[in-house]
């Protein structure tokens, strides 16, 4: 299993600022993932984030809102830029064991005021 | 398109009554198969997953699940509902190791006395 750290766990924000949330692994691991979860709804994926290349973005999602950092095999960075009120979630980090077993890291819960 | 449906927004069901969350795939082949549970407040708990082989998974906390190919099913059951498990319950498929999830909508699971 993988133990997933994440900070910061929650934070308030103002509009139009920017957040870094940082993900950390116990483990190397080839992927990571990050969902945002709005509030009430499932899991959504934002994108997909490889060591030493750029992250891969799902549709409706981009650079320049959610920029990505994947420095080494345990840690990754999701930034949420230009924040607006819509923007207000849950994010989590993911890693998948080579099982296919997802694990999850606590999340970080923003409101963006 | 690949899809995953959980037709049970909300369901209430007796203490010590039996349980049973219905979850849907639409997949090319028979992809990853996992039901998570999410406490208010907690991040996602993994309940079991099925990947091959014996259709009738055992997960924790005295859930179970089966995988019905012919229905494209792999519903989550338990014989006697605790109050504690009452929570926001998520099926989820994945469609290769080190992939990441596509997340039913959820269902809701609330315990009455």
């Known amino acids: 299993s993988a133990v997933i750290s994440q900070k910061p766990s929650r934070d308030i924000c103002q509009r139009g600022t920017s957040l870094t949330i940082q993900c950390q692994v116990d483990s190397q691991v080839t992927m990571m993932f990050w969902y945002r979860q709005q509030p009430g709804q499932s899991l959504t994926l934002i994108a997909t984030a490889n060591q030493g290349s750029e992250a891969t973005y799902e549709s409706g999602f981009v650079i320049d809102k959610f920029p990505i950092s994947r420095p080494n095999l345990t840690f990754s960075t999701l930034t949420v830029s230009n924040m607006s009120p819509e923007d207000s979630s849950i994010y989590l980090c993911?890693?998948?064991?080579?099982?296919?077993?997802?694990?999850f890291g606590q999340g970080t819960r923003l409101t963006v005021v | 398109a690949q899809s995953v449906t959980q037709p049970d927004i909300h369901i209430t069901v007796s203490e010590g009554a039996s349980l049973e969350l219905r979850c849907n795939y639409s997949y090319g082949a028979t992809p990853y198969l996992f039901w998570y549970v999410q406490s208010p407040g907690q991040g996602l708990q993994l309940l079991l997953k099925y990947f091959s082989g014996d259709t009738l998974v055992q997960g924790i906390k005295g859930f179970e699940a089966e995988f019905k190919r012919s229905q494209s099913s792999f519903n989550l059951r338990k014989p006697s509902v605790h109050w504690s498990d009452a929570a926001e319950y998520f099926c989820?498929?994945?469609?290769?190791?080190?992939?990441?999830?596509?997340f039913g909508k959820g269902t809701s699971l609330l315990v009455t006395p």
């Open positions: 993911s890693v998948s064991s080579p099982a296919a077993e997802a694990f």
């Open positions: 989820a498929v994945g469609v290769n190791s080190g992939y990441a999830l596509n």
